[in-house]
């Protein structure tokens, strides 16, 4: 080939090379994202679809929730407990929920003002099959001796406003005889900016002593 046939062909074969690195630049794949940047995506992502009310529902999903972690929490801010909340229709009269078998429920009900805290092994809700809402939570607390008994009442006058001159006469009253029987409404207390009741049932003849805790909306 003569020396000027080389020099024509050495500009075309320098544009072949261009294009062919080119080409291959195009078609590399973009290099992984790192495990760690990969896992912080998805579990953000899984994050967003997972979040769920930190309420407790009492469809039966719910009501199994709350028999397997023995926890329930209710939402009662607004001054009462909505049907539509709980995922229940407004003609339901709710679930009575019963762990006597199990063991206790940590019981949470958030009021406007305050929290209601307890243990109980049963759990009812009062309503009609017209209301949108339930007029009462009512749950159970036991102590096997007038001693607890005393210290259960005590803690309500603390924690919730019940009336605490009634509830020293009644303790006064049943100390002098504690193998006596009483049935005896305490002064409701409204520091929760919800009513909550405490209806003692003692009888000092068995070991187990009841008292009927009734929740409603503060008149």
Known sequence: MSRSNRGLLRPAVLALVSLGLLATTACQVPPPVPQSQSSETSSSSQGSTVITS????????GVDRIRTDKQARLDMSSGSLQKSAVRVSEDSYGPEI??????????????????INSQTDRIRFKTTDTRPDFTEVTYFLTADSLEGFT????DGVDKYGIGADDAERWIASTSQ???SKSDYSLTSGTSTG?????????DGSKDSQVIIVHVSPAS
């Not at 930190?54 to 999903?61: I, Q, R």
């Not at 210290?151 to 005590?154: M, N, V």
């Not at 919800?194 to 003692?202: A, G, I, P, S, T």
Request: charged letters at 25%; glycine letters at 10%; zero cysteines.
């Open 54 to 61: 930190e309420f407790s529902t009492l469809d039966a999903a």
């Open 98 to 115: 019963n762990t006597q078998d199990s063991g206790k429920i940590n019981l949470t009900i958030v009021g406007p003002s305050g929290e």
């Open 151 to 154: 210290t259960l009442i005590r």
């Open 177 to 179: 005889d504690p193998g």
């Open 194 to 202: 919800l009513e909550v009741n405490y209806d003692l049932r003692f």
